[in-house]
């Protein structure tokens, strides 16, 4: 490994760790202005992490790399650990006991927008701890799609260059330059982020609950300020909002940029965009009229909570309006289906995503009629792209590892004393980043609390595995990468 890869990558992470303490001094300044002494932690860890940060900016400083493979491999996965680590600080410190394992397990889920939490009170919990889950939710979200636009499709894992929309071509790109894309994407987020605030402030929710309820909503997060999440607040119109804003943010966010900025409705048409659209309206409404039929439910509240709640499984946005594991059988075995398929690639969204369903679809499609006409050719296409036969490997390869290690994980919950149901499906929403799961445990009415701490940690990996498209992270684990 070169040295001055090395060098480099500690010198990114020194810069962007100086970022998150910058962060910190925020839910201190709120627990200062309520009164609670927890800001004395987030000041203290807001001075501890930003004076490690430019130790380390100062002595790793030199001329920038060229951007290489190894160079996004390796800075990704030491990004990500960092944000985990330093974000576990003071959830760690706080007055709020939890142990190492839970602090680290918070931050991760919020950092990768699952949703899941191992934190019971929140409804009493202090200010800046619930401003800090936010915050760590909200800034994940950014770093999220700015990975799978810009740093995934240059890796050949993953996002929507995938498809040869990295050509030289500027037609295909959303703008010619990147600095230009990257300005409009960071409007467009914030914009997006008041726009929801106002909407929940509108539709019945107090200042602070809407600012951190939109901040998690944008990065289809799932993070609430209370134990029930939106069952709490028993207010419908602050469902259809949430469903509304969930659905844009599975959306890719270089069409939402086009869209905006330029009014490109053609943009729409991205096939992954109509088949996620599709699959979720089919779900929610075979959902809402079985719940209607089966439990004498009216048939406008079952629709508003299905399309919720499904909206919110498939978004991987971790907030539920009821508990929908006991609609019946059907709607529990829907939910849990729901929790592998995921939204659209260069969104805040998890799961597998859409867009793997179109090319699988697409591939056995083509099989299936070469078996008739052997010498006959039939192009995978995806809308009017091509799929060349890497992508399409790329594709089952990334499916293939992922139920591999969903089985991996469960055996591993399940050693560690947890039923089936738990097992399979705290893996799965960890691996999906999907936030709650089914069953009394880690259903939508529980939470990982009672989770034992070996178990947050393969969770924890499970989460990060999930939401770094899994080759990303095992890729460090083959012996070519590391040499020089």
Known sequence: MNANLLRSVIYMTALCALYLSLAMFLPAMVDLYYGHRDWQVFAMSGFMVGGLGAAAALATHGPPPVFNKRLGFLLVNVLWAMFSVVGAIPLFLAEHELSFAQALFESISGITTTGSTVIVGLDTMPPGILLWRSLLSWLGGIGIVGLGLFVLPFLKVGGASIFKLESSETNDKPFARLASFTRAFLIVYVLLTLACTVAYDLAGMDHFDALNHAMSTIATAGFSTHDMSFAYFDN?????????????????????????????????????????????????????????????????????????????????????????????????????FAT?????????????????????????????????????????????????????????????????????????????????????????????????????????????????????????????????????????????FWRH
């Open 340 to 480: 592998f398929m995921g939204g659209c690639s260069g969104s805040t969204a998890g799961g597998i995503k859409a867009y793997r369903f179109v090319v699988m679809v697409n591939v056995i499609r083509a099989g299936l009629n070469k078996l008739i006409y052997p010498n006959a050719i039939y192009p995978v296409r995806y809308g009017s792209l091509t799929v060349d036969a890497e992508t399409q490997r790329a594709v089952f390869l990334f499916v293939s590892l992922y139920i591999f290690l969903w089985v991996v994980g469960s055996i591993g919950m399940a050693l560690f004393g947890y039923d089936v149901l738990t097992a399979t499906s705290s893996v799965i929403t960890a691996l999906s980043n999907v936030g709650p799961g089914i069953g009394p445990i880690v259903g939508p009415v529980g939470n990982f609390s009672t989770i034992s701490d070996p178990a947050l940690y393969l969770l924890s990996l499970m989460m990060l595995l999930g939401r770094l498209e899994i080759l990303t992270v095992l890729v460090l684990l083959t012996p070519v």
């Open 236 to 336: 419908n119109a602050l469902l259809v909002v949430g469903t509304v804003f969930l659905a844009i943010c599975s959306l890719p966010f270089s069409v939402l940029i086009l869209l905006a900025v330029r009014g490109r409705l053609d943009t729409l048409r991205d096939p992954q965009i109509l088949v996620f659209l599709g699959y979720l309206c089919v779900i929610s409404i075979a959902v809402a009229v079985y719940h209607h039929l089966r439990n004498g439910i009216e048939l406008d509240d079952a629709l508003i909570h299905s399309f919720f709640n499904i909206t919110s499984i498939l978004s991987t946005g971790g907030f539920a309006s009821d508990d929908y594991t006991l609609w019946g059988p059907f709607a529990v075995l829907v939910a849990f």
